[in-house]
């Protein structure tokens, strides 16, 4: 069964991110619908969260309808992605990028 990055919330954040991030890691991609480098980057998120779901959690926060989160966080540039570990953020990616280049930063934090 393929595995969606789950859509999050201002006033779930804490729940879906920062608690849950203390099981695994959380991938959290901040974006908005007008954006073009963030719909480029879905499908490569949604291969990784396919690919990786035992060890990592992906959500996607659309910085348009949530504006707290991204304002909280300092997000300047979209797509951002912050990986969240035992919740803190312990790594930010800004821009799309490909898949190698993204699971190579985030490696160190989600093996078993």
Same mark, same amino acid.
Request: overall charge neutral; aromatic content about 6%.
């Given at each position: 069964?393929? +595995?969606k990055p789950l859509t999050i919330s ?15 890691? +959380?991938?959290? *991609?901040?974006? $908005? ?13 949604? @291969? ?5 779901? *035992? ?7 659309? +910085? *348009?309808?949530?504006? @707290? ?8 540039? %979209?797509?951002?992605? %912050?990986?969240?570990? *035992?919740?803190?953020?312990?790594? @930010? %990616? ?9 699971? $190579?930063?985030?490696? @160190?934090?989600?093996?078993?």
């Open positions: 069964m393929a +595995v201002d006033n779930s954040f804490s729940q879906d991110v920062i608690a849950s991030s203390s099981d695994k890691p +959380v991938l959290v *991609d901040f974006w $908005a619908e007008w954006c073009g480098p963030c719909k480029m980057i879905a499908p490569t998120l949604e @291969q990784i969260a396919n690919e990786n779901s *035992d060890r990592l959690r992906i959500v996607k926060l659309n +910085v *348009d309808e949530n504006p @707290q989160t991204a304002r909280n966080l300092g997000i300047m540039g %979209i797509p951002t992605l %912050i990986l969240f570990k *035992d919740g803190k953020a312990v790594k @930010q %990616i800004v821009g799309n990028r490909p898949k190698d280049q993204i699971l $190579a930063q985030i490696e @160190q934090f989600i093996k078993n």
